[in-house]
């Protein structure tokens, strides 16, 4: 195995461990529990665990091990911990960093889920959060504070789609010495390189592009090994959000192809993007690969001009033009996951972000006329048809 190989190369041989069968595709060691020769052996392990030992699946497995090794490989960075879902990652990263008295500084584009962690759970134990404009390098300035231990954002956010400058805000972070935190789901492991940029954990929901076909729940954080093995792992495995080894088995297939796909949807994405940009019913496109977007120079140096694979599309007429449009739609489902190999269309004011005041939502700009569009891998003139019906029916 080599560090030298390029992505593609680690997607599909990073991190394999083989058993005695020698076999091709990865096993699925489906077991929570591992075999001891003798009493002292068993001893032995509970001191220290060796590089390929395991003693207990919510400490670690063989097939958990292959994709953490496989998506530091991907990252270059020296080690990962697999979590049970995105918010098993987001929640575990930070609670293990943070202890009552601490500060931290946070984006406030956040998907719902993770601003109730850093909104009401933190508060909850005496962490007090500092929430800025992500894309304000000077409100991230003034907001860090010799005391702030950690500060958090989506890289790309959901579902507004902001992309926060990674370098710059790692360097205002380091320089008063807290851990960057960054969950980089929206730009996916495939244009993003955040630990280079500056980023101490890198944080992925696996549900979305990593598995790709909407099958599991997966997450995982990625970073150095003592931030991982010294503070993440001691919190992760007697607290119990550890993977299963079957979804590391899917996550590990799906890294296999996650290269090829997300390429295919970031293209797609573009496409409808430029296709629907000034469109009548719409008030606003919102891709980070197209011109118009407010960060699109940063998009071309942070993620190699690639705008993701997510779009939205902000509809004249609120929120009932959105649900007729939604309702309108043929081939992408209304759902709410995303980086699924099915177009998924999403209403954020009414799921994901529909726990957020309207102020909130008027200040992050999750309108009642915005759709989120993830978008999958069918044909591209068959989705910008059948989003152009939905469109004149939503009118
Ligand atoms: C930005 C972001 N972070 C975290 C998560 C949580 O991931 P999961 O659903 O795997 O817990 C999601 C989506 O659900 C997300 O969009």
């Known amino acids: 195995m080599s560090e030298n190989w390029k992505s593609r190369t680690k997607l599909v041989h990073g991190g394999t461990r083989r058993s005695q069968y020698n076999e091709v595709s990865e096993a699925i060691f489906l077991t929570q529990g591992f075999v001891y020769e003798t009493a002292e052996q068993a001893e032995a392990r509970f001191v220290e665990i060796g590089e390929d030992e395991f003693i207990y699946a919510r400490y670690g497995n063989p097939t958990v091990a292959m994709f953490e090794n496989r998506i530091a490989m991907l990252e270059g960075a020296e080690d990962a911990f697999a979590t049970a879902s995105g918010m098993a990652a987001v929640s575990g990263a930070l609670t293990s960093l943070l202890k009552a008295g601490d500060h931290v500084v946070s984006a406030k584009a956040l998907f719902g889920s993770c601003l109730f962690i850093l909104e009401s759970i933190l508060a909850r134990y005496g962490v007090e959060v500092t929430f800025v404009d992500g894309t304000n390098l000077d ?3 003034a907001a860090v504070r010799p005391d702030t231990k950690a500060v958090f954002f989506e890289s790309m956010s959901n579902p507004t789609l902001e992309v926060i400058d990674v370098a710059a805000v790692s360097e205002i972070a380091h ?3 807290a851990t960057v935190v960054v969950d980089n789901v929206f730009s996916t492991p495939v244009f993003s390189n955040a630990i280079a940029q500056g980023a101490d954990l890198v944080i992925y929901s696996a549900t979305k592009h990593i598995d790709g076909q909407g099958r599991a729940l997966g997450g995982v954080i990625i970073g150095s090994k003592e931030l991982i093995r010294g503070t993440v792992e001691p919190y992760m495995k ?13 996550m590990l297939k799906g890294l296999e192809t996650i290269d090829l796909r997300v390429r295919a949807q970031a293209d797609s994405a573009l496409k409808i993007a430029k296709a629907f940009e000034g469109h009548a019913g719409l008030e606003r496109t919102i891709y980070p690969g197209l011109e118009a977007h407010a960060q699109n120079p940063l998009v071309q140096t942070q993620l190699d001009g690639y705008g993701g694979t997510v779009l939205s599309l902000d509809l004249k007429g609120g929120k009932e033009a959105a649900f007729n449009f939604l309702n309108a739609l043929t081939i992408p489902v209304i759902s709410n ?4 190999a099915k177009s998924i269309a999403t209403h954020p004011a009414t799921t994901t972000h529909q726990r957020l005041s309207d102020a909130q939502k008027d200040e992050l700009g999750i309108t009642p006329g915005l759709v989120r569009f993830s978008v999958g891998l069918e044909d591209v003139d068959d989705l910008i048809a059948d989003l152009k019906q939905a469109l004149t029916a939503a009118a």
């Open 238 to 250: 007697h607290t119990g959000g550890s993977m299963s080894p079957f979804n590391a088995w899917v």
């Open 139 to 141: 409100e991230w300035r």
């Open 337 to 340: 996951n995303l980086g699924d």
């Open 175 to 177: 320089a008063v010495g």
